[in-house]
């Protein structure tokens, strides 16, 4: 283990970012996101990122290729590049897991190389939480927020930054870092094994930390979907897609042209299931009405997704969702709602 | 597919451009250097698209069994498709596939009779089936087509049908029209009801493909004549991106119609959600 002063932040990614690329919680009128670390960059590692760590593997936007014309003929020229080893930094738990949730759907058969050349040069420096929020319901989807995994798992303690390296790529950071960072001992060690319990005491304490999601089984997809209860969860929802873009799961994208100077640049970019013309074709619509395409965002999330992936949700309990839509509508109270009866 | 076409298409010609209909038009689509883009089998599609207009999923009308050329029905009725209809032969666009399961041409249809029931531009992956069969006529029994369309004008391919289909032994075509018309002494009628007026023995493996109406009301049809829903196939038809099962919007129940799809089984049909 080791460890370094939280005044000397800006140090450690200094030194991280003269042989990387840092993708950090950097603040921004107020709020923290993901975003590339420069020199002297407000970094925070305290306030939870308003849009998930996704962005790193799975970009917002993404260019995929290009087309050039002339005449009749049509010149396709790929625009994928060689991808250097970058680092994310201050990742929690909740989005550490909804890493290996995306996995299951980009890098399954057949592989989405644009997702892999990303992941596969991405170096995970995860972040315990030292204060988890009450929105926070990470507990029920089998995540320790106490203890991410990633290449280098990170606490922050009394005045330290505490790193303890995973994986090889974890240890050559730990070289290009090893200017600024010192030796832990057993003092330290012992700061680290108590806040684990103290905010394990907290995670068990959080008020949606224990829901059940007994009923959501793969065979009761049916009379799931055939709930009248999505009427009234759904008859608020403004269908804005706040939560889709905030989520760290939500994978579903858009793939379109766009015309530049210099010939046709295709492009793909998240997309939200909660849109009106996601599902439209020239003739009909297979999801007419707010709440089919409601009820799609947490049948896919709760039912669909785990039905085709050993039953895990396609859920971290990140809580985002929860702080971000406008209505208050989430995913907590699906859950308590449709999961709180039987379904025969 | 390797991973390299992940997403990303080849160039394709079209080569040759019939009209069968006032809004279908069937195109012949080659590589630059002449040859055929890739191998596929009956039912399965292809992301076509124009650079700056937009990608969409197409069912493959030619059957794999032609060596040359690949074709695509397709009907006027949305954006890339007017644009499609504007192109001229020699035009180069985009193609990728294939994607999606077949019809399951070496296995369940094997040694079946079949009844084929087509509507409109239903017709189109039907076709592909159909000539496959006509080339490996010994693997399959007796053939039924029952094909209808709004007006004579409207069935697609007739030439091909009236010509081939009409002469091959075995083979049974049975045309109609939704409304009498002059020059047409055929039958007249919706589909439906005239599956039901030529009541097929229930030994058939049926295959539906058409709008959802007529597929509603003929999958009844079928049934009241004595069908199961084991028998009966069809395919379906949602809003694609990607081809691959990841992008999302073809997602019925833990089913991606691009990737499980697109040719389901009824029976298969009732285990997803009703919303496709």
Redesign the interface.
């Given at each position: 283990m080791f460890k370094v002063k939280l005044t000397q932040l800006n140090a450690l990614l200094d030194a991280l970012a003269a042989s990387y690329p840092v993708f950090a919680p950097i603040v921004e009128a107020g709020e923290a996101n993901y975003g590339e670390y420069k020199a002297g960059a407000e970094v925070n590692l305290f306030k939870q990122t308003v849009k998930s760590a996704k962005d790193a593997f799975f970009p917002q936007s993404q260019d995929?290729?290009k087309?050039r014309?002339e005449g009749?003929?049509?010149?396709?020229i790929?625009l994928r590049r060689d991808i250097a080893p970058f680092v994310i930094f201050g990742v929690r738990a909740c989005d550490v897991k909804s890493f290996e949730i995306l996995d299951r759907?980009?890098l399954s058969e057949?592989?989405?190389?644009?997702y892999?050349a990303r992941r596969e040069k991405g170096v995970i420096v995860s972040l315990a939480c030292a204060k988890p929020e009450e929105s926070c319901f990470c507990t029920n989807f089998g995540i320790d927020a106490t203890a991410p995994k990633g290449d280098v798992t990170t606490y922050t303690e009394g005045e330290y930054l505490y790193w303890i390296p995973n994986t090889d790529k974890g240890e050559q950071l730990t070289e290009a870092a090893a200017n600024v960072l010192e030796s832990a001992d057993k003092a330290d060690e012992k700061a680290v094994e108590e806040q684990k319990k103290r905010v394990g005491e907290v995670l068990r304490r959080l008020p949606n930390g224990d829901l059940d999601l007994s009923e959501f089984k793969?065979e009761k997809?049916?009379e799931l979907?055939?709930d009248p209860d999505w009427d009234e969860l759904s008859q608020s929802c403004l269908g804005c897609g706040s939560c889709t873009f905030v989520c760290p799961t939500c994978?579903?994208?858009?793939?379109?042209?766009f015309?530049t100077n210099d010939?046709?640049k295709?492009f793909?970019c998240w997309?939200s299931?909660m849109y009106t013309d996601?599902?439209?074709?020239?003739?009909?619509n297979?999801?007419n009405f707010q709440l089919?395409r409601f009820r799609?965002r947490f049948?896919?999330k709760l039912?669909?997704?785990p039905?085709?992936n050993d039953g895990i949700c396609m859920c971290v309990g990140c809580g985002r969702c929860v702080k971000k839509c406008p209505i208050s509508m989430n995913i907590v109270k699906v859950i308590k709602k449709v999961g709180g009866k039987k379904h025969d | 597919m390797t991973d390299h076409e992940m997403l990303i298409p080849s160039v394709g010609v079209i080569t040759d451009i019939r009209k069968d209909t006032p809004d279908v038009k069937t195109f012949r689509i080659l590589t630059p250097d002449g040859k055929k883009p890739f191998e596929h089998m009956p039912g399965q599609c292809a992301m076509l698209s124009i650079p700056g207009v937009g990608e969409a999923m197409f069912s493959i009308t030619s059957s794999p069994t032609n060596r040359e050329f690949m074709e695509f029905s397709i009907k006027k009725c949305g954006c890339l498709t007017s644009w499609l209809h504007a192109l001229e032969v020699g035009q180069q666009i985009t193609i990728r596939g294939p994607y999606g399961n077949p019809f399951p041409v070496n296995t369940e249809f094997k040694g079946k009779d079949m009844l084929f029931i087509a509507g409109g531009i239903g017709l189109a992956p039907l076709r592909s089936v159909i000539n496959y069969i006509r080339d490996n006529r010994a693997d399959y029994g007796k053939v039924d087509v029952v094909y209808g369309s709004r007006s004579k004008d409207d069935l697609v391919d007739i030439r091909e049908i009236q010509e081939e289909w009409m002469n091959e032994p075995d083979f049974n075509v049975h045309l109609t029209i939704d409304r009498a018309q002059e020059g047409w002494d055929g039958h007249v009628g919706f589909v439906p009801s005239y599956v039901e007026e030529l009541g097929f023995d229930t030994n058939k493996t049926a295959v539906l493909c058409g709008p959802p109406i007529m597929i509603k009301f003929t999958l009844a049809s079928l049934i009241k004549l004595g069908f199961s829903k084991e028998q009966v196939y069809t395919t379906l038809e949602l809003r694609m991106k990607c081809g691959i099962g990841k992008c999302g919007r073809c997602n019925v129940g833990d089913k991606y119609v691009c990737k499980d799809g697109p040719v389901f089984r009824f029976d298969q049909l009732d285990e997803l959600p009703n919303e496709y």
């Open positions: 995929l290729m087309f014309t009749k003929k049509i010149d396709i790929d759907v980009f057949p592989v989405d190389t644009f892999k793969p997809l049916n979907f055939n994978q579903c994208y858009d793939i379109r042209d015309k010939g046709v295709r793909r997309d299931c996601f599902t439209k074709m020239a003739a009909v297979s999801r089919q799609q049948m896919h039912v669909y997704y039905s085709n | -």
